[in-house]
């Protein structure tokens, strides 16, 4: 008998002979790991951890044993989220992997290179650990000089308006929505500032409001101005539609309160979410309490007049009365008057406004109503003050030595249609 025949009789098998592919649960478990396999030496294949690879005849070799070698794939690449760098005026971005350079503009620009040095030109920079040679426009680093990079503009995101919490007042990008005295809403120049509790003034974040001596405090014992709050951009206006009291059958105008009278019946604020003195003759702004004894609205240390209501208006009354009612519905003294409703005449002699206004002119030339008696016309024609404040055009409010509050607006005059003259 050959020498082979009784080596494979014996169940061994001579040095150089390959045996078949194993299959099934054998192949399967001769498959390599990826944290343990070997690799094999022509880059394109690999064996089992305790094999050797025989690149000749493709085969993975343990001993006696021989199985296929297996073909590498392709590894997947994580490729990192890509992050725009943010500049440092917060509105300005650079592409992953630049450097936010200011340009000569005073905007910004981006160097297409990582931690760059900014080049004092403005318009080029180098890479980092080298210096700017503006004279040559190159990079230096000790005797190896190569050229700069060019800057290129920066992304500007587009500002966004600041959305106030009734959703239908803006304030400009990087402002803080505050609440007014009248309980609308007004607008901080300064982001995530602090809303001061006199509904007037704001301060920078990390500071408190010291509303007595104006101020905003800081533990360093630093201190700086208030701010103003300004108006806020109101976008379209909801359909008016009257505040019904409780009784169901009184109403009274968008925008105020109302508040029970001495007489049991209903009357009208001419504020919103107003406070309703219990002398149910007066009014505060929401926020504040009433000083009944000496006719004012507090807050903290900080007083202003208080608003007279007026008579609700009836479910049930004519058009006509309807109009009226609606017209003497405003801030007038702090006194409730008993004598009959009179218009007031303007100057033209054919305008006139509510019992309780003053007539202001305004830009147009025509006659509007300030919405208080013997009030204060301000000088750009749309606004009013109460006697004995002065205008501040420029921030919108109404000052008293310290004491500052909002404006108002004047309305158009009512024109009376000319007689004719029989």
């Known amino acids: 008998m050959p020498r082979w025949q009784h080596l494979l009789s014996a169940g061994q098998r001579p040095v150089g002979m390959l045996s078949a592919p194993a299959s099934g649960a054998a192949a399967r478990s001769l498959k390599p790991s990826a944290a343990q396999a070997v690799c094999c030496n022509d880059h394109e294949h690999c064996c089992p951890t305790g094999t050797t690879c025989d690149v000749q005849h493709g085969r993975c070799l343990n001993g006696h044993l021989s199985t296929p070698w297996f073909t590498k794939t392709a590894a997947t690449v994580k490729t990192p989220p890509v992050e725009d760098v943010v500049c440092p005026d917060k509105s300005s971005t650079c592409p992953d992997g630049s450097t936010c350079c200011q340009l000569a503009s005073g905007q910004w620009g981006c160097c297409p290179l990582p931690q760059a040095v900014c080049c004092s030109d403005h318009e080029h920079c180098c890479p980092t650990g080298t210096t700017c040679d503006v004279k040559h426009g ?115 105008p968008d925008g105020s309160t109302c508040c029970q009278l001495a007489s049991g019946q209903w009357g009208c604020c001419p504020l919103p979410q107003a406070v309703c003195c219990n002398d149910h003759e007066h009014c505060c702004p929401t926020g504040t309490t009433c000083d009944v004894q000496h006719g004012r609205c507090l807050n903290g240390d900080l007083s202003t007049p208080w608003f007279t209501k007026t008579a609700a208006a009836r479910a049930v009354s004519s058009p006509a009365a309807s109009g009226a009612a609606a017209r003497s519905l405003k801030p007038s003294a702090a006194t409730v008057k008993t004598s009959p409703v009179e218009d007031v005449v303007c100057p033209d002699k054919s305008s006139t406004c509510p019992d309780g206004s003053t007539c202001c002119q305004l830009a147009s030339g025509q006659w509007g109503c300030c919405p208080l008696p013997q009030a204060v016309c301000c000088n750009d024609h749309e606004h009013c003050c109460p006697t004995g404040t002065t205008c501040d055009v420029q921030h919108g409010r109404c000052l008293n030595g310290d004491l500052s509050m909002p404006w108002f607006k004047k309305t158009p005059a009512t024109v009376k249609a000319p007689t004719e003259v029989e």
Request: contains cysteine.
């Open 138 to 252: 190159r990079c230096l680093n000790g005797d190896l000089s190569m050229p700069w990079f060019t800057k290129t503009a920066a992304t500007v995101k587009a500002p966004t308006d600041v959305v106030c919490p009734d959703k239908s007042s803006t304030c400009p990008d990087g402002s803080t929505c505050c609440q007014l005295a009248s309980g609308q809403w007004g607008c901080c120049p300064l982001p995530q500032a602090v809303c001061c509790n006199d509904h007037m003034h704001c301060c920078p974040t990390g500071t408190t409001c010291d509303v007595q001596h104006g101020r905003c405090n800081r533990q360093s014992s630093l201190s700086t101005r208030m701010f103003f709050v300004l108006d806020a951009k109101t976008s379209a206006p909801a359909p008016v539609s009257d505040v019904v009291c409780p009784d169901k059958s009184s109403t009274c």
